[in-house]
């Protein structure tokens, strides 16, 4: 793959990625048949990221608790690179804030 080096989409995307917490792991020729899986650490955590049986590339932090399940990971692919984004806020479900507010005039 080349880039041109004056390609300004292609900058701002890597600038945004590395700010974010996104890490770059493989390029997706890595791994380019469904089943194939590659293993990573990534800050002394194991990813596994798998390309599954509908194509797509997915990506699992690995427990190492007994009978845990592999937690799912942020993956993305650009460029055809592919992106992890371990930062836990990410992963959490948020539940909205509800405001109950009382008009003045009420």
Known sequence: MTVPPDDRVFRREMATAYRSGWHFIDLVTAIPHRG?????TLFGEPIVVVREEDEDVRA????RRPRGAPQ????????DMIFVNLDQRDHQLVE???TIATPRSA
């Open 36 to 40: 194939d899986s590659l293993m990573v």
């Open 72 to 79: 799912p990971v942020r993956c993305a692919i650009r460029y």
């Open 60 to 63: 699992y932090r690995c427990l």
């Open 96 to 98: 909205p804030k509800t």
